[in-house]
């Protein structure tokens, strides 16, 4: 019997013939796949793996394999270029925080910073001082237009419940988030959509919906994230399918969850992560910020699943800085608004994580937070430990040290799983392609995610481009 194991190799071997792989790429893959399954072996047996040749490697602990890739620069003196350079002192001092966010990994052939994959542009990545540069990019709420409004737009069943994103929303960015009304029944009817879909029924057409949003949005709005549990395309463009659109002339966002609940149950926390971070990810672009390539961080792109659910899910210091230097210059309760409390912010999405089963992300934020004030920051376990009484000793117990955050990679406490996962009882099941692979665009960052050419088959779906204008695409294909 064909172990499940085997089954997702395969299919990841599948999914890179699809999308052109040579024959040099398709053996790097299989030689990382038997790597990474020696490896394995190993550790289960508790012994390091056998050289390839069979013979045992000479010398104790073998250090994991040095994956090859383009590497971001992660060094100290860039990221302290990213943050500082040009830009007013800070307080806290957020560099603080860098050790809490792992390094991103060397990027493989079909990660989003793999050679000819869309992260090439990104990356230079964009540090602090560009961000700065006055340009199309910048998007300031104002006194007027100071509100982010979340549109449920036509089915939204199953979808996490809006007042939880509202709040998630409004934690995130420090502005006022509003639930809009649902469109006018006319207004959706205007929507026009491909009835045949690609399997998630039919369709919204993005930029027919976004035009319609536009043309309703509020006079106090800021920007306006909609979204939907319909299935999104872009047929002009020749995207069969999208997962999300974010167009910062427009000040519009519209994402589709549909794909998200295919292996979780939408009642989980590991959905609500997946909905949630994609959320703040694309709304953060339409603050002009692009993608990070200093840490791991909720704002790298992504080409898959694996990808996507291995960052924190956290603003690294450069990103965390350039939505609290675009609030604080847009001061939208006038001269006298106070600064962003990076503080307060942290603490409330901290609370939001533990209220919703997101245990790791919690934990990962009491990190931060401890990375900023210096002091201990217990989990409730621990603060419940602390509050009991000392068995014995006349001494009190010492303050719990500041716990460094878990590699995103353990986020075991909330069932996820890596990409190419055997179960699920689709032991043949293709890799899935689950979050908008996204690129920076020149002016208006968007970030899509379709199939090339719904009539051409399995084998066109996978190609990647770039429109003009449009700033960020991907097709991608399941
Ligand atoms: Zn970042
Ligand atoms: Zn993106």
């Not at 250090?63 to 307080?91: M, V």
């Not at 549990?229 to 020749?238: A, I, P, Q, R, V």
């Not at 167009?247 to 969850?257: A, C, K, P, Q, W």
């Not at 990808?307 to 450069?318: K, M, Q």
């Amino acid at each position: 019997m064909e172990r499940v194991g085997d089954a997702a190799d395969k299919a990841a071997v599948r999914l890179a013939v699809s999308m052109g792989a040579d024959e040099a790429q398709v053996g790097a893959l299989v030689e990382r796949q038997a790597e990474a399954k020696a490896r394995k072996a190993a550790a289960q047996k508790g012994q390091p793996p056998a050289a390839q040749n069979g013979a045992p490697p000479a010398g104790p602990p073998m250090p994991a394999p040095k994956k090859k890739g383009w590497q971001a620069p992660q060094d100290a003196k860039t990221r302290e270029k990213a943050l500082k350079d040009g830009c007013p002192p800070c307080a806290p001092p957020l560099e603080r925080c860098w050790h809490c966010f792992p390094n991103l990994p060397p990027a493989g052939a079909w990660d989003w910073l793999g050679k000819d994959q869309p992260g090439v542009r990104d990356r230079p990545g964009q540090p602090i001082k560009r961000f700065l540069q006055p340009g199309p990019h910048r998007n300031f709420p104002t006194r007027v237009c100071r509100k982010i409004y979340l549109l449920p737009l036509g089915d939204v069943s199953g979808a996490p419940a809006p007042e939880v994103l509202t709040e998630l929303l409004r934690l995130w960015f420090c502005l006022e988030v509003e639930r809009m009304k649902p469109l006018p029944a006319k207004a959706l009817a205007a929507i026009e959509r491909d009835e045949d879909g690609c399997g998630y029924g039919a369709q919204i057409e993005c930029p027919s919906a976004q035009k319609v949003i536009h043309a309703h949005k509020p006079r106090d709005a800021f920007i306006v994230i909609g979204y939907t549990m319909e299935d999104l395309c872009n047929s002009s463009s020749g995207f069969g399918f999208l997962f999300g659109e974010a167009n910062l002339d427009l000040s519009i966002g519209l994402f589709s969850f549909a794909r998200y609940a295919d292996d979780v149950p939408r009642s989980s926390p590991r959905f609500l992560r997946r909905c949630g971070m994609v959320l703040c990810h694309e709304a953060s672009h339409l603050f002009g910020i692009k993608h990070c390539v200093y840490a791991s961080c909720v704002m790298n792109g992504s080409n898959h699943l694996e990808e996507s659910e291995s960052r924190p899910f956290a603003l690294c210091p450069v990103d965390l800085r350039k939505i609290q230097l675009t609030l604080d210059q847009a001061k939208v309760n006038g001269k006298d608004t106070p600064p962003v409390d990076l503080l307060a912010r942290q603490r409330g999405l901290v609370a939001f994580f533990d209220a919703h089963g997101l245990v790791d992300d919690a934990r990962f934020g009491r990190g931060l937070l401890s990375a900023l004030t210096g002091e201990p920051e217990p989990d409730p376990e621990g603060a419940e430990a602390a509050a009991a009484p000392p068995p014995e000793g006349p001494s009190p117990p010492e303050p719990p040290p500041p716990e460094p955050p878990r590699p995103l990679r353990q986020l075991s406490d909330q069932g996820l799983k890596p990409l190419v996962t055997p179960g699920d009882g689709q032991p043949d099941a293709p890799p899935r392609r689950a979050e908008p692979a996204c690129r920076t665009g020149r002016a208006e960052p968007a970030c899509r995610t379709g199939r090339a050419d719904p009539a051409a088959g399995a084998a066109a779906a996978e190609s990647r481009q770039e429109a003009a204008g449009a700033g960020l695409r991907v097709a991608a294909a399941r």
